[in-house]
């Protein structure tokens, strides 16, 4: 049982290059979520999924798209990345809404 | 007004020393409550849920305050492994229960 695990641990871009940050969970959660956290300012959440298929805005979805076609997998993307896209990114599922949260182990991610 | 505002921090404290931390959170309609824990360069982790009636885990004691919008955590004896940072957690129901992270406050514990 591997929790919650996220690919790749690190990554650099140049500005305008995109990429793609992957989520695994095996605990077979409804709830998925991303944050972003940087220093001072806590985790924001950037998107959440309620379910297989299903995907909403947090409050700093700007810049980012998901997708949720495996329970199991949530996947964050930048299509054009910036340097204010430079922080820590963090994963999270949870059995359902409200309950406790696990998290994966971050991506940093640096562009420059 | 942050939607969750905790003690800024750093604390620093010996070892053995009881200290305390405070959030406040600014929607009543606010269901649910955690304390994280979150070391240095590492996620977050479930520390303790929060509930009304008041929850103790060995050394630590959380309590929650509805009337007053207002979360505690307390560490007794502290130890060199509490150093961390604390971050109080609130979600809301509304769109998929909103969780609303505070900012964390530090904590040095010291020999």
């Known amino acids: 049982n591997a929790g919650v695990t996220q690919t790749p641990k690190f990554r650099v871009l140049k500005t305008g290059q995109s990429m793609t940050l992957l989520c695994a969970q095996d605990m077979n959660h409804e709830y998925m979520y991303w944050y972003r956290q940087d220093p001072g300012m806590g985790l924001r959440l950037i998107h959440y999924?309620?379910?297989?298929?299903?995907?909403a805005k947090g409050e700093v979805p700007d810049g980012y798209n998901v997708s949720r076609l495996k329970k199991q997998n949530f996947l964050l993307g930048l299509e054009s990345a910036a340097p204010s896209q430079t922080s820590v990114y963090f994963c999270?599922?949870?059995?359902?809404?409200?309950?406790?949260?696990?998290f994966g182990p971050g991506t940093r991610l640096t562009v420059t | 007004r942050k939607e969750v505002e905790q003690d800024p921090g750093p604390f620093n404290v010996p070892e053995g020393a009881t200290v305390a931390f405070n959030c406040t959170y600014s929607?009543?309609?606010?269901?649910?409550f955690f304390w994280y824990r979150q070391d240095c360069r590492k996620e977050p982790k479930l520390l303790m849920s929060v509930y009304s009636s008041g929850n103790e885990d060995g050394r630590f004691t959380a309590q929650l305050n509805r009337a007053s919008q207002y979360i505690s955590l307390l560490i007794r004896d502290s130890k060199l492994s509490d150093s961390a940072t604390y971050l109080c957690v609130v979600t809301l129901p509304t769109g998929g229960f909103k969780t609303i992270f505070g900012a964390g406050t530090r904590l040095f514990v010291k020999a």
């Open positions: 999270a599922s949870s059995e359902r809404g409200g309950l406790k949260q696990y």
């Open positions: 999924s309620v379910g297989e298929g299903t995907t």
């Open positions: 929607n009543s309609a606010s269901q649910s």
